[in-house]
């Protein structure tokens, strides 16, 4: 008996390490930029080179923009949930079928983007002003 207590209360702690949330707090809104690194594209017997590019994201409290060199999309994102130091991100942008997956460290201040494949994952800096 006391064994299933013990697991149950060790359990609980553990579940509140990582909570689902609906918003990013205040301090999590702003600018943040990183520059994605080159990489390499293999179409058929190809191999193309993609150059270097800015990356910029602007996160507020219900939507999100992403910039990459000229292009520049915005959309909306969903918390899916909270670790100790960082949250978790699913954001959507009309016109792309798939999500894009962004961790937001407000300890470090910054922000991960999850490349698609074949881009390299991105780790953005906050910029000061927000």
Known sequence: MRFI??????????????????????????????????????????????????????LDKKFISITVGKITKRGSYVVLFKGSDYYLIDAFFE????????????????????GIHPQPNTTLSKTKGR
Request: cysteine-free; proline content about 1%.
């Open 95 to 114: 016109g792309d079928v798939l999500t894009e997956r962004i961790v937001v460290n407000d300890k470090k201040k910054t922000l991960l983007r999850e």
């Open 5 to 58: 207590f013990f697991l149950f209360v060790v359990i609980s702690f553990h579940a509140n390490s990582q909570t689902l949330v609906k918003e990013l707090k205040k301090k999590s809104f702003g600018n943040y930029k990183g520059v994605i690194e080159s990489y390499h594209y293999i179409a058929d017997t190809v191999t193309i080179q993609v150059e270097a590019s800015p990356i910029e994201i602007s």
